[in-house]
């Protein structure tokens, strides 16, 4: 691949991971992920986040480097948004290959650069306003951005083109091959850049929203023409869509998420297993959107996904000795790590000889700020009145979710 152009000597370069690797080592992607950088070049020449050091990907990032072209000792700057290691691992070996190279990072991110790089020399700490004039009218503008995800980010404007350098802010799963921008790609292709942007957030930066919040309002005065981030496609025709969509996704914590029910469940034999259906026909019967989810055989990351933008969440799950199915208390512990708060929730499950899971589910979310209804439990197998207490608690879960 070759770099693109993007406005007269800027350019978007990058790697793709592909969809057999998991993101930060646990998250798996349908599509891969795109890690993308950018070029800037006045009579200085810039660079906006590296790649990670992988397989032969730094390989492939020097090839579209050369097709601008530029070689790495033509480089005079690194501009580092985000010092995680997708963004930076290569940054050592590209040090070695120029020697002079000068950054520009957070005083947050000099000490996290120092950590992971060794490097000190020709460091310079920026903060907000600060700024970077690189010549022929290209001049950029640094936004201290922190806890996006890391506490040291920062967003990069250039002034003369209007674009957003936000790194994983504004960011989604997904590849880029030959297509870069909104406008490139079909409605289909849209949505899906839409979805796992949602999928991305609910995985990497929903604990986040309220820095994704301030964050926004940051910058909600810069004539943004163009949201560039570090992952994902380039918002070009509108790039308030993907800024907005970040907004809306932030809401969902306060528990402004959507009027739709994300049904969570977990059986050891059966017995559990028997009453998702009333559930799910108990939510259906009063017209509400529902996704279904089963614990441990579907991946967490996109249970959070579903479960980030519902209202009303449904958790199956047996008592397993005294306390709650593992896999579904390694789930719940995940939501509280992630922050799902605010959500409307009805449980069900059976026990043996004893119940307990409610107990210990009151323990692990009682930070989540969680409103239950009356629970479904009972002894053994369901029968006939348990299967219409199922159905009559998820209608009436669903009506709330409705009135809300
Ligand atoms: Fe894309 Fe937080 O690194």
Same mark, same amino acid.
Request: glycine fraction near 8%.
């Given at each position: 691949?070759?770099?693109?152009a993007m406005?007269?000597?800027?350019?978007?370069?990058?790697?793709?991971l592909?969809?057999?690797?998991l993101?930060?080592?646990?998250?798996?992607?349908t599509?891969?992920?795109?890690?993308n950088s950018?070029?800037?070049?006045?009579? *200085?020449?810039?660079?906006?986040?590296?790649?990670?050091?992988? #397989?032969?990907?730094?390989?492939? /990032?020097?090839?579209?480097?050369?097709? =601008?072209?530029?070689? +790495?000792?033509?480089? #005079?700057?690194?501009? =580092? !948004?985000h010092?995680? +290691? #997708?963004?930076?691992?290569?940054?050592?070996?590209? &040090?070695?290959?120029n020697?002079?190279?000068?950054f520009?990072?957070t005083?947050k991110g000099a000490?996290?650069?120092k950590? /992971? $790089?060794?490097?000190? *020399?020709?460091? &310079?700490?920026?903060?907000?306003?600060?700024?970077?004039?690189?010549?022929?009218?290209r001049?950029?503008?640094?936004?201290?951005?922190?806890?996006l995800? @890391?506490?040291?980010?920062?967003?990069?404007?250039?002034?003369?083109?209007?674009?957003?350098?936000? $790194?994983?802010?504004?960011?989604?799963?997904?590849? =880029?091959?030959?297509?870069?921008?909104?406008?490139?790609?079909s409605?289909?292709?849209?949505?899906?850049?839409?979805?796992?942007?949602?999928?991305?957030?609910?995985n990497?930066?929903g604990?986040f929203s309220?820095?994704?919040?301030?964050?926004i309002?940051?910058?909600?005065?810069?004539?943004?023409?163009?949201?560039?981030?570090?992952h994902?496609?380039? @918002?070009?025709?509108n +790039?308030?869509?993907i800024?907005e969509?970040?907004?809306?996704?932030?809401?969902?914590? !306060?528990?402004?998420?959507?009027?739709?029910?994300t049904?969570?469940?977990?059986?050891?034999?059966?017995?559990t %297993?028997?009453?998702?259906?009333?559930?799910v026909?108990?939510?259906?019967?009063?017209?509400?959107p529902?996704?279904i989810?089963?614990?441990?055989?579907d &991946?967490?990351?996109?249970?959070?996904?579903?479960?980030?933008?519902?209202?009303?969440?449904?958790?199956?799950?047996?008592?397993y000795?005294?306390?709650m199915?593992?896999?579904?208390?390694?789930?719940?512990?995940?939501?509280g790590?992630?922050?799902?708060?605010n959500?409307k929730?009805?449980?069900?499950?059976?026990?043996?000889?004893?119940? %307990?899971?409610?107990?210990?589910m009151?323990?692990l979310t009682?930070?989540?700020? @969680?409103?239950?209804?009356? +629970?479904?439990?009972?002894?053994?197998?369901?029968d006939?009145?348990?299967?219409?207490?199922?159905?009559?608690?998820?209608?009436a879960?669903?009506?709330q979710?409705?009135?809300?």
């Amino acid at each position: 691949m070759k770099a693109t152009a993007m406005a007269e000597g800027i350019y978007r370069l990058g790697i793709n991971l592909e969809s057999d690797q998991l993101f930060e080592g646990m998250w798996p992607m349908t599509d891969g992920i795109s890690i993308n950088s950018y070029v800037v070049q006045g009579d *200085k020449t810039a660079i906006i986040d590296l790649t990670e050091d992988v #397989d032969d990907k730094p390989l492939q /990032f020097e090839r579209e480097l050369a097709s =601008i072209p530029v070689q +790495p000792e033509d480089v #005079d700057y690194l501009i =580092i !948004n985000h010092m995680e +290691p #997708d963004h930076t691992s290569w940054l050592p070996a590209f &040090h070695r290959k120029n020697p002079d190279l000068q950054f520009f990072i957070t005083a947050k991110g000099a000490a996290v650069l120092k950590a /992971f $790089c060794g490097i000190e *020399k020709n460091v &310079h700490i920026v903060k907000t306003g600060d700024t970077l004039d690189l010549g022929k009218g290209r001049e950029l503008v640094f936004y201290e951005a922190p806890n996006l995800h @890391w506490p040291e980010t920062m967003f990069s404007y250039e002034k003369s083109s209007g674009i957003l350098f936000s $790194c994983d802010a504004f960011g989604s799963y997904g590849s =880029i091959t030959d297509v870069i921008f909104d406008d490139q790609l079909s409605s289909e292709q849209h949505g899906f850049f839409m979805e796992e942007a949602l999928r991305y957030y609910a995985n990497i930066i929903g604990g986040f929203s309220m820095f994704v919040t301030k964050a926004i309002e940051l910058v909600k005065d810069l004539d943004i023409k163009m949201v560039a981030p570090s992952h994902g496609i380039v @918002w070009r025709e509108n +790039p308030k869509a993907i800024i907005e969509a970040y907004s809306r996704f932030a809401g969902y914590m !306060n528990g402004l998420a959507e009027p739709e029910i994300t049904v969570i469940w977990s059986s050891m034999y059966g017995n559990t %297993g028997q009453v998702v259906n009333s559930m799910v026909q108990g939510v259906r019967g009063e017209g509400v959107p529902v996704h279904i989810y089963r614990v441990p055989h579907d &991946h967490v990351g996109f249970i959070l996904a579903s479960a980030w933008k519902s209202s009303g969440i449904i958790l199956g799950m047996p008592t397993y000795e005294y306390r709650m199915f593992p896999p579904m208390a390694w789930t719940l512990d995940m939501f509280g790590r992630k922050k799902v708060w605010n959500k409307k929730v009805l449980r069900f499950g059976s026990f043996g000889w004893s119940g %307990g899971a409610q107990r210990e589910m009151d323990t692990l979310t009682e930070k989540l700020k @969680w409103e239950f209804i009356d +629970p479904v439990e009972w002894q053994g197998r369901p029968d006939d009145e348990v299967l219409a207490r199922a159905s009559q608690q998820a209608a009436a879960l669903a009506r709330q979710i409705k009135g809300q």
